[in-house]
């Protein structure tokens, strides 16, 4: 049986995901680097090149609502994601509200910084009328950060959507403006597999998320969070120290990647629903249809 593929971002929150693969030394699984995020994950899964993925809670949760062949089997981190809202330079926009009505950049269609814009929407009542339908948003796909950051400063976009920390060089050197932030308001990473048993063994899967809970616990330890997971952070991604420890701060990650919150799976659902991103079935919403029941479990 060949090695799992895994789609992942290269980003610090895969620093436990870094180390196990490190020490695995692709016996069992391999790395697929996703730099366009959630959206290209899930492409990637779509498109068999990759088996399992750690990508954004609401994009892997929307996909599933919307037919995507794979299934959650684990959860990656506990905390929200705070996504900063990010302007060019020298832009005219400074508000939430001055962004109303103009064209948001994107990494992908079904990516987290689209799902975001709806939820930022949704809560600034961007609606049609007196009713609850989001106003239409215009999109332009950007790929990456480095295509979002010159469309907002070339003035195709008025903003984008992004990981504050992995966003913050671009706004330390001056070439972004921060103007704000959209907490989710769920846990922010979990990990899915595609459905096909050939390509995802339910053991192999099993292990997968077993294995990558003992890295996970050690990186959230506290010992770890003094000074290892600094040092590696730092090696691995040239973030300064000050933000590393800022970042290490506000994130935290299950004592136990194996179980999924299937309350939080529920919030979740009706959250992405009142946004537009999915539609509620005539019989509701039920986590055993988003999970894969013999490789995890809902609590």
Known sequence: MPPLRVGYVREHFAS?????????GGKTFTLVSCPGGTG?????????QADVVVALTDGLIAGIAQG??????GSYVSTPLNWAIVTGKDSKYNSRADLRGTTFGISRFGSGSELMV????????????EGEDLEDIDFKVCNNIDGLVQAVNDGSC???LWEWFTTKPWSDRGEVRFIGSVPTPWPSWMIAAHTSPERCPRDNVINFVATLTSYVNDFDSEASRKEK??????????YPEEDIKSWLETVGYPGDCTKIDGSMLVRTLNTLQ???A???PPRGFDPEDFTNIEAVRVE
């Open 68 to 73: 995507k062949p794979y299934k959650l089997v």
């Open 229 to 238: 997971d600094v040092e590696f952070i730092k090696k691995h991604f040239g």
């Open 274 to 276: 009142t946004t537009g």
């Open 16 to 24: 436990p995901l870094l180390q196990y693969a490190e020490d695995d």
């Open 158 to 160: 008025s903003a984008f």
């Open 278 to 280: 999915i539609v509620r």
């Open 118 to 129: 709806k939820l930022m929407a949704h809560q600034e009542r961007w609606v049609k009328g």
């Open 40 to 48: 290209q994950i899930i492409k990637a899964l779509e498109e068999d």
